[in-house]
């Protein structure tokens, strides 16, 4: 996951440079919010640590890095030495906003946050929501009362977020604690339970689960508390230590003895509803479970090393961690009918790929490049198209000058295929923006919304239908649009876009980008009802996105999908006649 430097502190530094460019542009100083913005994205996207690259090459090798110039990157160092960039410290005196609730708001910008803050001394979530309920925010330009209900609406989703992080965004700093405490004598085995081991699309705490010897738990506790990335320690005991971390995320450490591992870990993977009907299933059978073992009714211990043999002493097979969630795996689990999951490292292609044609950070070849590295043997450009002119989108004559750029690298590069292909943007019709003369031309069109997201559920699910019923397009791109924290999904009847691409043969995508996950879990099990075919893909707009698919693979297997379901699990050509 991480190739070298603290990727963390990169994701740290880039979050706060999101916040100076927000900050900067509610000061009305647009130049430094797009320079700081530029800045947030190119350090967010890295493959090393911005220490790795500082301690190796000095300030200079920080100034080759695209989009940081000098002032950026003395900000840099300065919080590589310190933690803390200054410039920030002091914006934050100045505007006193909560940039990360407020710039996640639907429908509001940095010029409506310096409205709300300057005329109504709106500051966070909670003042807002006042504010609108007291009909003053009728001040500012534009809030009329539709605007000011799907700003209502956002409010509420994001406040039911609070206290969770996406899974994607936490799962770089727990495998650095692991590694760390796997590292630390006397320890055998660490494994991170809870809803991270669950792969949950969100989490509220980390459970490092370690199996070591009694002798070294000290050292272990002391080693947990005492990581750079701690906050505030909140209990440190003998064999389990409490607290946050810099992220805001708390987590749980346990040491436990290796004759009860294996029932710990069961324990506090979860989830509760599973380990509930769990316990129910060894009374019925005339034994006990917890967290310290399997017990017969003479209270002798018959299981707690292994979980495997806990779920086999209760006459189950192992149950993956991803279903456990209540949802009939315990009832199939006891007739052996268990789905064969999709494993991980099992995709061979990447079908939804941006390059520096449109939004993306790097070259056709560079990303066919750090694909091949992560032993992917073909993807698809699928750069944005013309309407979403932000993104430079390309219009039909562009995508044909592109289709030289990938001929050519697929002549340079070897043992793996860059297919032609293009993330269509579908209208507020359904109508498509590039001719169909053109899609006919592609190899792998994709198809997605990327705006009027608040249309009534008839309108919106009507939008897709008619998009997929095109004959040319042949997967849909995060189908409900929702992202993490940020945005709910669009109001669809999916059961009807079902339908419809099981008629049509068209794909529906599991994207695996941290802040996405979409489907959900719940919309790849309907899916699989309606024998719909889908893929799993990155969204990369830099190389190291690629390492988000294990997101999306944990996603799928959630929603109980096999490598049958997954149609990017083939090879290429296989793949391909898969298509419409």
Known sequence: ???????????????????????????????????????????????????????????????????????????????????RVGAYDKLREQIQVDVDELSAVEGIGPRTVKELYYKLGIKTLEDLEEAIGKGSVRRIRGMVSKKESRILRSIVYLKDGRGRFPLGSVLATLKVIQERLESQEGVTNVIVAGSAR??????????FMVEAEERSATSIIDCFVGMPEVDEVYERGPSKSRLRLRIGLIANLRIVSRDNFGSALLHFTGSADHNITMRKLALSRGKKLN??????????????????????????????????????EINRAINGKLPNLIAY????????IQTNWTDGMHSILEMAEGAKSRELSYIAITDHTQSLAMTGGLDEDRLRDQRSEIKEGNEVIKDFRILFGAEVNILKDGSLDI?????????????????????TSLEQTNRILKAIENENIDILFHPTGRLLKQRQAYDLDMDKIMQRASDTGTVLEINSFPNRLDLRDIDVRRALEYHVKLVIDSDAHAVSHFDNLPLGVGQARRGWATEVDVINTLQVDRFLRELK
């Open 291 to 328: 967290e310290y073992g399997l017990f017969d009714k003479e209270g002798k211990k018959i299981g707690g090393e292994d979980e495997a043999k806990i779920y086999s002493g209760l006459g189950l097979e192992w149950i993956p961690p991803e279903l456990r969630e209540n949802q009939g």
């Open 198 to 207: 669950r792969m949950k699309e969100t989490i509220e705490d980390a459970e």
């Open 1 to 83: 996951m991480m190739a070298g430097g603290n990727i963390l502190r990169n994701d740290e530094l880039a979050a706060i440079f999101f916040r100076i460019a927000f900050l900067e542009e509610i000061r009305e100083e647009g130049f430094k919010a797009r320079a700081y913005e530029r800045a947030s994205r190119t350090i967010g996207n890295l493959e090393r640590g911005v220490d790795k690259i500082y301690l190796e090459g000095g300030l200079d090798a920080l100034i080759s890095l695209p989009t940081i110039g000098k002032a950026i990157a003395l900000k840099i160092v300065e919080f590589i030495n310190t933690g």
């Open 345 to 352: 490292g099992s995709l061979m292609g990447d079908l939804q």
């Open 435 to 455: 001719a169909d003369y053109a899609l006919r031309e592609l190899e792998v069109v994709g198809a997605a919304i990327h705006s009027h997201f608040s249309l």
